[in-house]
């Protein structure tokens, strides 16, 4: 469990100190390390459907948020209509606005305006989330604005290292691997997977009119070849605007326009997180019961069981976040390997 954020209450604390406090809090969680590892995966799969490093980066600074990424690079990268990748990011970034609600009452003033909420409306994600909720409520209200900003960009340039990483890592991380990282969070080891299929049969030349009549049966499964490569760099950085930064901010933005009316003590408060806390137990047990890939590989048992023991860890070992998170990969990665995935 990390320790509790240094003391804010001080009249000569400035908004930058209270600002890079939010950010040491951001990196002293657990949760930044689990969210470098879902960004390696999240990274490799951009590198394998072809787009440019400096897209990668980008669509982590605009998108920011996990299974909205991943829609967003596997569907741009197998050729998917505009129209339709723009639908499923914003279906998948609805989640977003109960979160929304439930987190900027606990930091507005009555007076503060609406500018000063964009920010930290656009770094609300699962994690940042999480830990705003646990640590906010320390804070006297006139440092929880800045504070929720480092927490939030703590957790970005966490996202951007592991982005980075994977990027560079995308040809030497196996399987078993991606599907662990997997399991933290909603890495897309089923398009990398795909990617790399897609990859393969670029280079596999010209094919007998036998396998001409296979690719069309298995296309009814697998999308086309990655196309990330064949957009010109304007069209792809135009793509991320309009069809993964929009769509997905746009839950954002209504969060901060209905949450003006949402009083942090309120009944309807109460609701919306209870809302958001549902939602993010639907996308756990998701995971777990219906995942991806490589994972949907390991029995169900073994993912049960890498649950049980991660839990247990974490009340064992004094509540730590850390205890639960090793115990549960170790468990997972240990009995994949005996089933010899």
Same mark, same amino acid.
């Given at each position: 469990?990390?320790?509790?954020?240094?003391?804010?209450?001080?009249?000569?604390?400035?908004?930058?100190?209270?600002?890079?406090?939010?950010?040491?809090?951001?990196?002293?969680? *657990?949760?930044?390390?689990?969210?470098?590892?879902?960004? /390696?995966?999240?990274?490799?799969?951009?590198?394998?459907?072809?787009?440019?490093?400096?897209?990668?980066?980008?669509?982590?600074?605009?998108?920011?948020?996990?299974?909205? &990424?991943?829609?967003?690079?596997?569907?741009?990268?197998?050729?998917?209509?505009?129209?339709?990748?723009?639908?499923?990011?914003? /279906?998948?970034?609805?989640?977003?606005?109960?979160?929304?609600?439930?987190?900027? #009452?606990?930091?507005?003033?009555?007076?503060?305006?609406?500018?000063?909420? *964009?920010?930290?409306?656009?770094?609300?994600?699962?994690?940042?989330?999480?830990?705003?909720?646990?640590?906010? =409520?320390?804070?006297?209200?006139?440092?929880?604005?800045?504070?929720?900003?480092?927490?939030?960009?703590?957790?970005?340039?966490?996202?951007?290292?592991?982005?980075?990483?994977?990027?560079?890592?995308?040809t030497s991380?196996?399987?078993?691997?991606?599907?662990?990282?997997?399991?933290?969070?909603?890495?897309?080891?089923?398009?990398?997977?795909?990617?790399?299929?897609?990859?393969?049969?670029?280079?596999?030349?010209?094919?007998?009119?036998?396998?001409?009549?296979?690719?069309?049966?298995?296309?009814?499964r697998h999308?086309?070849?990655?196309?990330?490569? &064949?957009?010109?760099?304007?069209?792809?950085?135009?793509?991320? /605007?309009? *069809?993964?930064?929009?769509?997905?901010?746009?839950?954002?933005?209504?969060?901060?326009?209905? +949450?003006?009316?949402?009083?942090d003590e309120?009944?309807?408060?109460?609701?919306?997180? +209870?809302?958001?806390?549902?939602?993010?137990?639907?996308?756990?047990?998701?995971?777990?019961?219906? =995942? #991806?890939?490589?994972?949907?590989? /390991? =029995?169900?048992?073994?993912?049960?069981?890498?649950?049980?023991?991660?839990?247990?860890?974490?009340?064992?070992?004094?509540?730590?976040?850390?205890?639960?998170?090793?115990?549960?990969?170790?468990?997972?990665?240990?009995?994949?390997?005996?089933?010899?995935?």
């Amino acid at each position: 469990m990390p320790p509790p954020p240094p003391p804010t209450d001080s009249p000569k604390r400035s908004a930058t100190a209270v600002f890079f406090a939010g950010f040491r809090a951001a990196w002293r969680s *657990v949760l930044a390390y689990v969210v470098i590892g879902t960004y /390696v995966g999240i990274g490799a799969l951009t590198h394998d459907f072809g787009f440019g490093l400096g897209w990668a980066v980008a669509s982590t600074a605009l998108v920011w948020a996990g299974p909205a &990424q991943v829609i967003l690079v596997s569907a741009l990268g197998a050729g998917a209509a505009p129209v339709e990748t723009a639908l499923a990011v914003g /279906v998948s970034s609805a989640r977003l606005l109960p979160m929304v609600i439930s987190l900027l #009452p606990l930091i507005r003033r009555p007076q503060t305006p609406y500018r000063a909420l *964009v920010l930290p409306a656009h770094f609300t994600v699962v994690t940042m989330w999480i830990e705003a909720l646990r640590l906010l =409520p320390q804070l006297p209200r006139e440092a929880r604005i800045p504070f929720a900003n480092g927490v939030g960009f703590g957790f970005m340039t966490a996202a951007q290292a592991g982005t980075l990483i994977g990027y560079y890592l995308a040809t030497s991380l196996p399987p078993l691997l991606t599907a662990g990282l997997l399991f933290l969070t909603l890495a897309g080891a089923r398009v990398r997977a795909r990617a790399r299929a897609a990859d393969g049969r670029l280079a596999g030349g010209t094919r007998s009119a036998l396998e001409r009549d296979r690719g069309r049966i298995a296309r009814l499964r697998h999308p086309p070849p990655a196309r990330g490569t &064949q957009m010109s760099e304007l069209h792809a950085y135009t793509l991320l /605007v309009l *069809v993964g930064f929009l769509p997905s901010e746009i839950w954002r933005m209504l969060g901060l326009v209905v +949450a003006r009316g949402v009083a942090d003590e309120s009944e309807l408060f109460m609701w919306v997180r +209870a809302v958001a806390i549902a939602v993010l137990a639907g996308v756990i047990a998701k995971i777990i019961l219906f =995942p #991806p890939g490589t994972l949907a590989g /390991v =029995p169900l048992v073994i993912r049960l069981t890498a649950i049980i023991c991660g839990f247990a860890a974490f009340v064992i070992v004094r509540r730590s976040v850390l205890a639960g998170v090793v115990a549960g990969e170790v468990v997972l990665m240990l009995g994949a390997l005996a089933y010899g995935i």
